[in-house]
Every structure is written in C-alpha cells, then in structure tokens.
C-alpha cells in the first residue's frame, strides 16, 4: 500500500509539471503517422471529419460487459456502442460541449410531443427502417423492449428501471412478457398503428425525451427474443449488425446490409467492419493504442496510470482530458452495520484523506477533489462541503468524535469492494483502508469483475448483506444532464432493486423520494435545476455517499482514426457513432 502511494505521489508531481504545457494548452509532439490536431482537439471539436468508407475498426475492453443486449446494460460505453446495432428512440448529437448533452431524435422522427400535462408522451417512428433480416420495425417492437427490459427484472436486471417506475402499471400489475403471455401487455403503452407510440405515465415527466435515449428504448422483434440468450442473437436496427460474439472473448460487427441512410440522419456507416476484443490488460490496451494496433479503448474510463506519466511527460498531443457529468464515490451501505446509524457514516465522511485517494488514482487531471453528489458540470450543482476538512486530507477529531456518538469509540471492522480491472479503483480504496485505520475502522478490500459488479455483488443488497459489505466503490454518470438524470437511480428508493442495483446505499428517505418525484413533473427547467441542488444537500446529511473526485479522464486518441469527439453525455467518451478510419 504504502509503495503504491509513492507511485502516485511520483505520478502526481509529474502531472502537476506536465499538465501546463500538454493537456492544457497543446503539445509540440506529432503522434502516430500523421499531423495531429493537439491535446484536446477532440474535447472541443470533432477530429478529422470524415467520409471515408472502409477498414477494419478495432476495440478493446479491460473486461467483458455487463452485456451487449439493449435491455440489460447499464455500462455507459455500452450505451453509447449500442447506437451501432439498436437505435434508441432518442439519442445524443455526436458533438463537443454543450451541443453534445443535446438530445436530438434517432428512430423516432421528432422529440416526443407532450399532452395531458406532461403525462402522455407520443412518438412517430421513421418509416422504412428495416431489421437486420430485412423485416420491417414497428412501434409494437419499441413497446415489447420497453416491455422485457423494465418489466422482467428476474432475466433482464441490469438496466435502468425508471419506465417501470413512472409508467401507469395495469390493475393487476404486468409481469414482463415471459410471463404474461396477453397480446396487449402493459396497456399504458399504445399502438394505435405500425408508425405511433403512446406512453401513458403516472405523473408528468418534463425530462421524458432524455429518458428514452437510453437503450432500452431501441425495437426488439418478439419473434426473435429468447430472454437471456437474445444477446448471442440481437437483430440488428443500426446501421451495424452482428457477425459473431464469443463472451468474455469477442464480438464482431459488419455492415447491416438493410440499413438504410435515408431513414437515418445520424449514422455514417464508415468502417467495413468493427471488432470488440474483451478482457485485454488496460497497459496492453494502451501499448495496442499508441503502437495503431486498435483504435478504442471503449471502456473510456482513460489510460493507465503509467501511460498517463508517459504521454503527459512527453508531450503527447494525441491525449483529450474530458469530464462529463460524472462522479467518483464511495457509497455506504445503510443496510449493514454500524452504518445504519448516521454519525457512524459521519466518522468514515471526516476520516477520509481525500487527498490521498485523489494522488491513488492519478492527480489532479484524473479529477478535482469533489464535496458534493452532483458534478460541477451538471446543471443545479451548488458548492458546498457539509463535512469540510483542514486541506481535504481529513479530520481525525471530528471523525473520533462522530465515532463516539454513534456507540464505536474503538472502531470495527468492515469490507470496501472495488472492480478488479480498474487498477485506479483498486489504489483507491487502498488510501480509502489507510485513512480508515487511523480511527480505529479495520478495512477488508474485495474485488470483483466490472462485468458482474452489478449483477452478482455490489449491485445485489442481499449479497452485500450477507458478507456484511459496508462501504462499495462507485463512479456514476448521469443518464441525462440533469439533476434527476443523474440523481434518480443512486438516491432515490423505488431505484433499489434486487440485482443490478445502483443505489448502492439503499437510500430511501421519503423526503427525497418526494421531492424528486415532484420536480420532474415542472415544466420549468430553472426551477428544476434549484430543486436538485436542494437535494443534493440532504443527500449529504444522510451522509451515505462520500464524493472523492469529479470524475476527468485522459484519453489516447488514436491518430489513425476519423470523426473523433469527446462527448460529454457519454461522461467524455468518444462518440462511437461514426468513428472511421484514414
């Protein structure tokens, strides 16, 4: 623990003298083969813009998905990958900044059109999308998605769950479409024709277009769909389709012949096919990278951390440093002693060196020491710091004391879990264990894969009741850049679910249900945005999530590649759209 700390410490002082003259005003070093557009080109632009058609575009990934299936992800890069084969009603415009959060239409042909106050959202698809196997995509398609992906937790469990919670459910509520074998299903959303779609919500909902760019929103033919096997067979509605998947291996994409441009303003269809190779060491990747042997690192969580000395100390101007609406946390688990009593949670809150767990994971480019739930770059962020330390590097009196008050003067014993293929995860939660043991709180570090993080430990409340798992490692991206967008599923308690949790801490404080639930339904924006601010705050008192860094991240963009942009709704990834090749 200590060696890894010098590291850092070594890392950080590097950052600090290279960041000047690299990642923030441009490098002087020409990359790859070709003339590159500088250090963070792509955060502010797209790079090399392109029609190039042809080419093999290579990918690879530190471990293997939650999954590939539209319904059954909540991994952002999947996400944002699965444009590609699964066209989303919604989505976000492949461009920088501001112009990137925008939600623009994708299968349907406009945003959606609000009645009933903000209750009933309808959509018209495009015509003339066709599947993969050449069969046309109906709304009765859009609708069985929504159907398998929100309503059968028990197959489907690691996606979002927000249509379950704020769609009208029938008078004896629908059981997903493996078990209710009805025609109409779940009958607050209509079909009036092959073209429409209806949803029919409890309350209004003034965000509902950002709602339907997740996946789960993209058309599944019935006919096709065999549950938890539909991802060894997805039929394609993008402007790619699947050759082959291998789990834990790789996946291979070619071009969906029944795509159609004209029913697409969005896609380019440049490469002639796409390969995913999953579970490839972060350094491997990062060698494959720099030597042109792949292309993407399409986890996107940034280089490792002796790529990163080695770019920034040498000037490289094929780097892009972007945030994106994320945060780097620790949650506490509200279920498992001693942190169903607050002022146990306030003592891990003031003994934590946030210093120390910044330098672990990479310094000040890798993120600024964070305060609070919400990212600075999330509309109705508000400054505050209800557990400020001296210099953010901790207050053992306070924590002592906090400790005293909630009956663990001496301190106990507890378990952090963090994701085995995150090397900067891992470090820090190790600092997160040092600062710990300095009050008396002996810490256990377990590690599980980033692909069943969700599905079989942190994201299951009975396994980490079970194995008495206090304290979860986390990093959060807003779904949409918003309050709600980003809040709803880590602190709200109708987010708690029994696999694919991600309100990690089991939050479920009415009042904050309540006044999430009522701020979507305002159509005013600004007032919204003063709301979530509001709620971060009580979020706070609550003490159950400890915000360690807004999370940034430093890319290696790969000279070779076209149509490259940092976009900040998929938390600073490259848009995987329409990336080509020279």
């Known amino acids: 623990m200590r060696s890894r700390s010098r590291t850092a410490a070594v890392l950080a002082a590097a950052i600090t003298v290279a960041l000047t003259a690299s990642a923030c005003n441009g490098g002087d070093k020409t990359g790859g083969d070709d ?23 290579v990918y690879e990934a530190s471990d293997t998905p939650d999954s590939f299936d539209p319904g059954n992800t909540y991994y952002g890069f999947v996400f944002n990958f699965s444009r590609l084969y699964a066209r989303p009603l919604t989505t976000f415009a492949p ?60 197959v489907h469990s690691n996606g979002p769950n927000y249509l379950a919670q704020y769609l009208k459910n ?59 096997d539909y991802v060894k067979n997805i039929v394609s509605s993008g402007s790619y389709m699947f050759e082959s998947y291998e789990h834990d291996k790789q996946a291979v994409l070619v071009r969906n012949p029944n795509w159609d441009a004209s029913t697409d303003p969005l896609r380019k269809q440049l490469p002639e096919k796409i390969v995913v190779k999953l579970k490839v060491n972060q350094e491997t990747i990062d060698s494959n990278l720099k030597a042109g042997n792949t292309h993407i690192d399409i986890v996107g969580n940034g280089v490792a951390q002796q790529t990163q000395t080695e770019l920034l100390t040498s000037k490289d101007p094929n780097t892009d440093n972007a945030e994106g609406g994320r945060l780097v946390y620790m949650a506490m688990n509200t279920k498992v002693a001693p942190f169903d009593n607050v002022e146990c949670r306030k003592a891990v809150q003031y003994a934590i060196d946030k210093v120390s767990v910044q330098t672990a994971f990479g310094g000040p480019i890798r993120g600024a020491i964070a305060s609070t739930v919400l990212p600075t770059d999330i509309p109705g962020h508000v400054d505050f710091n209800t557990y400020k330390t001296p210099d953010d590097k901790g207050d053992e009196a306070k924590a002592k004391a906090a400790l005293t008050a909630c009956g663990q003067p001496n301190g106990f014993e ?87 949790n991600t309100n990690l801490s089991q939050l479920n404080d009415p009042e904050i249900n ?7 339904a305002n159509t ?59």
Request: no cysteine; net charge neutral.
């Open 35 to 57: 003339k590159s557009a500088g250090a963070n080109a792509a955060v502010k632009a797209v790079v090399n813009a392109s029609d190039k058609k042809g080419g093999t575009v």
């Open 95 to 154: 461009a920088p900044g501001a112009e990137g959060n925008k939600v623009v239409p994708d299968l349907a042909e406009s945003l959606g059109v609000p009645s009933d106050g903000g209750a009933t959202w309808t959509y018209k698809l495009r015509k003339g999308v066709k599947y993969s196997d050449g069969s046309v995509v109906t709304s009765k398609d859009v609708k069985y998605a929504v159907e398998r992906s929100n309503f059968a937790r028990d």
């Open 170 to 228: 029938n008078e004896t509520p629908y059981e997903g479409p493996y078990k209710d074998k009805s025609d109409t299903g779940l009958q607050s959303i209509e079909t009036p024709d092959d073209q429409t779609i209806v949803f029919k919500l409890k309350q209004p909902f003034a965000e509902f277009d950002y709602l339907l760019a997740n996946p789960q929103s993209a058309p599944v033919p019935k006919a096709k769909d065999n549950g938890a």
């Open 414 to 500: 507890t378990t952090i879990t963090a994701r085995n293929d995150r090397a900067g995860e891992v470090d820090m939660a190790t600092a997160i264990q040092a600062s710990l043991k300095k009050i008396g709180i002996t810490v256990k570090i377990e590690q599980f894969p980033a692909g069943k993080y969700f599905s079989d430990y942190a994201g299951v409340p009975k396994f980490t009741e079970d194995n008495k798992i206090g304290l979860m490692m986390m990093q959060w991206g807003a779904d949409w850049p918003s309050g709600f967008g980003f809040l709803q599923q880590v602190v709200h308690g109708d987010s708690i679910s029994k696999t694919g």
């Open 514 to 520: 309540k006044m999430l639930n009522d701020n979507i």
């Open 524 to 582: 005013d924006s600004a007032a919204r945005e003063k709301v979530y601010g509001e709620i971060d705050k009580k979020v706070m008192d609550q003490a159950v999530i400890v915000p360690l860094t807004y999370f940034k991240v430093l890319h290696y963009r790969s000279p070779k590649i076209t149509n490259v942009v940092s976009n900040p709704a998929w938390s600073g990834q490259y848009d995987y759209l329409n990336i080509g090749l020279k």
